[in-house]
């Protein structure tokens, strides 16, 4: 953990949400939701310190982009820094509900992954859906809402994805949901349907009957 992480969670608990930045091994769970054979565009909310975004940029093909949206100034900075000679990573001191806007003003049509970390739970309802709708829209068909959190509650808001699994992965302090939420093509449509994976890991699926 970076002294400049440990300064910005002491300033704003809330907006930063963990003490700790994720695991090794949670960032190679959550990257192994996506498949980077391809070119993507991929965007992130709440990158922090660019645990996740590292080993995106590391898969990721030359052609792709990645698009960090991050609040903090003094985290926004540190992310340019940290990305100054990659020119797919593109860094956004804003809100996530911006993602349009910078999609549409880069020239992307949609993205094929969406990560997060930001602490959903502390959104007001409103805002919470809202952004859940904005990141649907934004979305290809087939593309997918990939979220780590301490909580669950997120997936009794996002009733806009058709689809979601979600595990309970204990490798990381604190332990994480991790749950990816699924647009599906409207010839495919249909009901919500929801999964509980137990994942690869002998503890990662542990307590993935929980929810909060």
């Keep these: 953990m970076s002294t400049l992480f440990f300064k910005r969670f002491l300033k704003r608990p809330f907006q930063i949400a963990s003490i700790v930045p994720s695991s090794k091994a949670m960032v190679e769970r959550v990257a192994s939701k996506m498949d980077f054979t391809q070119p993507r565009v991929i965007a992130e909310y709440g990158p922090g310190e660019g645990v996740h975004s590292r080993e995106i940029a590391r898969r990721m093909t030359p052609d792709s982009h990645l698009l960090l949206f991050e609040l903090d100034a003094a985290l926004a900075k540190a992310?340019?820094?940290?990305?100054?000679?990659?020119?797919?990573?593109?860094?956004?001191?804003?809100?996530?509900?911006?993602?349009?806007?910078?999609?549409?003003?880069?020239?992307?049509?949609?993205?094929?992954?969406?990560?997060?970390?930001?602490?959903?739970?502390?959104?007001?309802?409103?805002?919470?859906?809202?952004?859940?709708?904005?990141?649907?829209?934004?979305?290809?068909?087939?593309?997918?809402?990939?979220?780590?959190?301490?909580?669950?509650?997120?997936?009794?808001?996002?009733?806009?994805?058709?689809?979601?699994?979600?595990?309970?992965?204990?490798?990381?302090?604190?332990?994480?949901?991790?749950?990816?939420?699924?647009?599906?093509?409207?010839?495919?449509?249909?009901?919500?349907?929801s999964t509980k994976s137990k994942g690869r890991s002998r503890l990662a699926g542990v307590g993935a009957e929980r929810s909060a």
């Design 79 to 193: 992310l340019e820094r940290q990305f100054a000679g990659d020119r797919r990573v593109h860094v956004i001191h804003g809100d996530a509900a911006s993602l349009p806007f910078e999609l549409k003003r880069r020239g992307f049509a949609s993205c094929d992954y969406i990560l997060s970390g930001i602490p959903f739970s502390i959104l007001k309802i409103e805002k919470k859906r809202a952004l859940l709708r904005k990141t649907y829209d934004a979305l290809k068909p087939d593309g997918k809402f990939i979220i780590y959190q301490v909580t669950n509650e997120l997936r009794q808001h996002a009733t806009v994805f058709q689809r979601d699994e979600s595990e309970y992965f204990l490798q990381n302090i604190p332990p994480m949901f991790i749950t990816v939420f699924h647009k599906v093509p409207f010839a495919q449509g249909g009901g919500r349907t």
